[in-house]
T-cell receptor
């Protein structure tokens, strides 16, 4: 079946602009995660959604970052007033449900470059 | 807090030989899971193998096996019969009890397979 998809695959923007990154999880997966992969910080957790519950935003680096998930499926990560340090690969992952043994499956990522 | 350490930034292995990628971890959670992911140059994170902290036997998946030594807090990945397509970044990750079982990643090991 189809895996996790993300769009756009690459995004170049100017400092100060807002960007939206999209994630389509695997069909039927209720858990969705956003991670950021940057040269200086490695892979970092950003935010977690489980079904229609309130998201866990404990990993978001600043209030310029926000995310939503519509209808328990597609998610959008928004970065407002982008800064050069936001340049990174943003990875989305999904998991079937609440089972602790369940594997997270990752999308191909969105490569964001802030000039 | 959880921490994953991968001490080998880069490794070479001859094609058809076995290679071990090191991973040590630290956690206070009584229950946790350990994952290995492969990230080729395309950027997608590919799940390889999973080990639960209470699993009695070491996990195996085809050419991949996980050498789990709980007392030493290590979870090394062993790749047998290396292939050229194994050249990639390899990440060890831990799933704990926080934020919907989010993953904490190590810094990664770049494996290069020589023909």
């Amino acid at each position: 079946g189809a895996g996790v998809s993300q769009s756009p695959s690459n995004k170049v923007t100017e400092k100060g602009k807002d960007v939206e990154l999209r994630c389509d999880p695997i069909s039927g997966h209720t858990a969705l995660y956003w991670y950021r992969q940057s040269l200086g910080q490695g892979l970092e957790f950003l935010i977690y959604f489980q079904g229609n519950s309130a998201p866990d935003k404990s990993g978001l680096p600043s209030d310029r970052f926000s995310a939503e998930r519509t209808g328990g499926s597609v998610s959008t990560l928004t970065i407002q007033r982008t800064q050069q340090e936001d340049s990174a690969v943003y990875l989305c992952a999904s998991r079937p449900g609440r089972g602790s043994r369940e594997t997270q499956y990752f999308g191909p990522g969105t490569r964001l470059l802030v000039l | 807090a959880q921490k994953i350490t991968q001490t080998q930034p880069g490794m070479f292995v001859q094609e058809k030989e076995a290679v071990t990628l090191d991973c040590t971890y630290d956690t206070s959670d009584p229950s946790y899971g350990l994952f290995w992911y492969k990230q080729p140059s395309s950027g997608e994170m590919i799940f390889l193998i999973y080990q639960g902290s209470y699993d009695q036997q070491n996990a195996t998946e085809g050419r991949y096996s996980l050498n789990f030594q709980k007392a030493r807090k290590s979870a090394n990945l062993v790749i047998s019969a290396s292939q050229l397509g194994d050249s990639a970044m390899y990440f060890c990750a831990m799933r704990g009890l926080g934020a919907g079982n989010m993953l904490t990643f190590g810094g990664g090991t770049r494996l290069m397979v020589k023909p």
